[in-house]
């Protein structure tokens, strides 16, 4: 009987893992593989999604080590109303702090909302989500997006 149990436990425990929210790490994880799957498809599906020209994008992209550090860059952008080029530069001076330090630094405070979503990894989007009205119309211009 403790070894039957004992699969039961493990079995709840892996189906409750699964529907918990992802953090940070793992939603970044799983873009890359998106994007390392069809980097293609990924960035127009980013630039979509966020509303960023083609300079804006080409920029984020060329800027960052990852592609899903491309999309959380383009996230605070909207999520601080900063330009993308301020963002991307407060991202290189804030290498190695962590996405929590960058938040900061552009003004996201630790608490809100915002940070607490970058913090779970719940950025409002996931690769293949893409719909009409995503992007701009969505969020009412660039740098304008809310949850």
């Known amino acids: 009987m403790p070894f039957r149990r004992l699969l039961l436990t493990l079995a709840l425990v892996l189906l409750t893992a699964g529907a918990a ?9 799983s873009l890359n593989v998106s994007a390392h799957a069809a980097l ?23 800027s960052v080590a990852q592609p899903a550090d491309a999309a959380v860059c383009l996230w605070l952008a909207q999520q601080s109303r900063q330009p993308v080029e301020v963002v991307l530069r407060e991202y290189r001076a804030h290498k190695g702090q962590g996405w929590g330090a960058l938040a900061h630094s ?3 405070k ?16 996931q690769p293949g989500s893409a719909e009409e009205g995503s992007g701009r119309g969505k969020h ?8």
């Open 21 to 29: 929210r992802a953090d940070l790490n793992a939603y970044l994880s």
């Open 40 to 62: 293609g498809a990924f960035r127009a599906e980013v630039g979509a999604h966020f509303g960023v020209s083609g300079t804006e994008l080409d920029l984020a992209f060329r």
């Open 110 to 125: 630790p608490g809100s909302a915002a940070f607490k979503a970058l913090k779970r990894g719940d950025l409002d989007w």
């Open 140 to 147: 009412h211009g660039k740098g304008r997006g809310h949850f």
């Open 106 to 108: 552009l003004g996201i």
